[in-house]
């Protein structure tokens, strides 16, 4: 690990961490939502009768909702969807998620969040969702944790991952910081690109079914299997991001 953390420093030029934020995603990271999601996606796109990949939408996971549905017309019709087939294809989605989402929090999520909180840094969410009942269903179940003023959703972006500008934003949110005064912590290879894109060091906790590689390929810096194996090596990353200097 403090190999990983000194590679990051040379990378990009940095003396030091300074931590000051965890940036987290938030479906895969902190919701076991991912895989209604998928099954939505799916049931919308085949009802359709719009033809998608294996795996596609774990891997168009983070893109803002009209992004993804522009990638499966352009690959069906060599065109991207009106704004009323956008609202239709959404709305659909949107109903068949709330209706297969188990709402579960994934295993030590809740843990890491109190961990990072105990040591003095700040939670940051980005996240590419555009639901409406987003903050009461994080005060629900991570209460006080996150605020309008430290989220980043799609309403707040006009660009969303792979961009970086989820991230870049997310550093603001987190108190104008610079890349090296916050970690990220993602699950999906757009959302990896887009934090790596904005020069933050990116934990990958692959708790979908892609294989490692492509978070590796996306430029993740090291993989944890589950957000409690992560919690596990939280307090080495900590005491090295405290230590290091290059």
């Known amino acids: 690990m403090e190999q990983i953390l000194s590679d990051y420093l040379h990378t990009h030029s940095f003396t030091h961490f300074d931590l000051k934020a965890v940036i987290f995603d938030m479906d895969g990271?902190?919701?076991d939502s991912m895989p209604a999601h998928d099954k939505s996606w799916q049931q919308t796109m085949d009802e359709m009768g719009l033809r998608h990949l294996p795996h596609e939408f774990y891997l168009q996971e983070g893109r803002i909702?009209?992004?993804?549905?522009?990638?499966?017309?352009?690959?069906n019709l060599?065109?991207?969807?009106t704004d009323e087939e956008v609202k239709k294809i959404y709305a659909r989605k949107t109903e068949l998620f709330q209706q297969y989402?188990?709402?579960k929090i994934l295993p030590g999520a809740a843990e890491v969040l109190e961990y990072v909180q105990a040591n003095g840094l700040k939670p940051v969410l980005v996240t590419g969702s555009g639901?409406?009942?987003l903050l009461d269903r994080l005060d629900t179940h991570f209460p006080g944790v996150f605020t309008p003023q430290t989220m980043v959703t799609a309403f707040d972006v006009k660009q969303g991952k792979p961009h970086p500008e989820p991230y870049l934003m997310g550093l603001q949110k987190g108190g104008d910081l610079k890349p090296n005064q916050a970690i990220v912590i993602e699950?999906?290879?757009l959302g990896i690109k887009s934090a790596v894109g904005a020069?933050?060091?990116?934990?990958?906790v692959n708790t979908g079914p892609l294989p490692d590689s492509v978070l590796t390929e996306a430029g993740a810096s090291v993989i944890f299997s589950s957000m409690e194996?992560?919690?596990?090596?939280?307090?080495?990353?900590l005491r090295l991001t405290q230590t290091i200097s290059i």
């Open 29 to 31: 990271v902190l919701y």
């Open 65 to 75: 909702g009209q992004s993804t549905i522009d990638t499966v017309f352009q690959r």
């Open 131 to 133: 639901q409406p009942s």
């Open 187 to 189: 699950n999906a290879p």
């Open 78 to 81: 060599n065109r991207n969807a």
């Open 199 to 204: 020069g933050i060091f990116t934990i990958a």
């Open 229 to 237: 194996k992560l919690l596990e090596t939280m307090p080495e990353i």
């Open 101 to 103: 989402n188990s709402g």
